[in-house]
């Protein structure tokens, strides 16, 4: 509850014309990192769900029942509500839940990002959640890990698959 007032107050600092600048962020479209991170990303069954940010904030989805009690990885995707062609949709953060054995599950994970005193402490995520709430969406996968694989090495597959390096910094 606590963001959507402070989204709103952030949405109106810019007029008009500065708006473009504050909410332009830069991209790579590098054909080269998705050769590379293809193979790896193929070899993961993902099994992609998506819910919106402020549907959970207000209450019109739960975590508890409909994100699962395993490991996984996590995007946060900022999208329009109505997409041409399933476009378009821009992956800002890519996550994982369970990392280094941790045994942290997607549904203890995504409960982070809608607790205050942690978004408070996560500057790219926060400034994501202030500039894109209602139209930011949190894809989410279960990962069944097959031998050798990591969700590390899956996280990193994906993050330079989509570039979202350049975005979070």
């Keep these: 509850d606590y963001i959507n ?11 008009l014309t500065a708006r473009q600048n504050e909410y332009t962020s830069t991209f790579s479209v590098n054909n080269q990192a998705w050769d590379e991170h293809i193979n790896t990303i193929n070899r993961v069954n993902f099994n992609w ?4 940010y402020e549907d959970v904030v207000y209450k019109n989805v739960s975590i508890d029942s409909t994100v699962p009690n395993s490991i996984g990885i996590y995007l946060f995707i900022v999208r329009p509500i109505q997409l041409i062609n399933q476009l378009p949709k821009f992956v ?46 949190i ?31």
């Design 92 to 137: 800002y953060y890519v996550g994982i839940a369970g990392a280094n054995n941790s045994g942290r599950t997607l549904k203890d994970r995504l409960k982070d990002y809608f607790n205050e005193s942690y978004v408070k402490k996560r500057d790219a995520i926060r400034i994501l959640i202030y500039k894109h709430y209602k139209n930011l969406f």
């Design 49 to 52: 769900h998506e819910i919106k």
């Design 139 to 169: 894809s989410y996968s279960e990962i069944i890990l097959s031998a050798g694989q990591t969700l590390e090495e899956i996280e990193k597959a994906l993050i330079g698959f989509f570039g979202t390096h350049i975005l979070a910094n």
């Design 5 to 15: 007032p402070e989204y709103a107050q952030y949405k109106g600092i810019f007029p």
